[in-house]
């Protein structure tokens, strides 16, 4: 399903084929649901989509059996950022593997709420660790995210400040 899953320029998941990601997700529904992955992937489908409601109901089903499904969850909450800490908790105890994922998540939530310093930090973070674990494609994901942030700063030092008075210059 990977493949039918891009970012957009925004940084956001959206589908390549959107029919071809909804027969992706009924095909996963009509199978068997006993394990995490297949919810996962169909939540993650149907966020995609749009369909917020059908993503939570199936990635809270799933949640007690994956740390990846926090990090999911959390997209779906992308605005409350509390199940990312969550994730992040669990990850520093029982899959430190997965604490570059957590990171990179805070930092694109943060980034989504405008929250260009912490996104940064989040991201540096990510960064560091993905760099020292060698994960070429890894790496390449976050430095694409910290240039969406250097991006979002450069746009918000343009805008007027408040009152008229206009920010400072980038040069």
Known sequence: MEHLITLD????????????????????LDGPLDRPEPLRSAGLGHLVVGHHEEALALLERSLALAVAVHINLGDAHRYAGALYHR??????????????????HLGKQRLDQGRTEEARAWLDKALRRRRAQGEASLVAATEAALRLVERAGHAA???PAPGGAAGPSVG
Do not use: E, K, N
């Not at 990601?21 to 996963?28: D, E, F, I, K």
């Not at 669990?90 to 570059?100: I, Q």
């Open 87 to 104: 994730a992040l908790r669990l990850a520093g105890t029982h899959a430190p593997d997965l604490l570059s994922f957590c990171f990179q």
């Open 9 to 28: 320029d925004s940084g956001r998941m959206v589908a390549t084929d959107r029919a071809a990601l909804a027969r992706a997700v009924a095909g996963l």
């Open 157 to 159: 030092s343009r805008r």
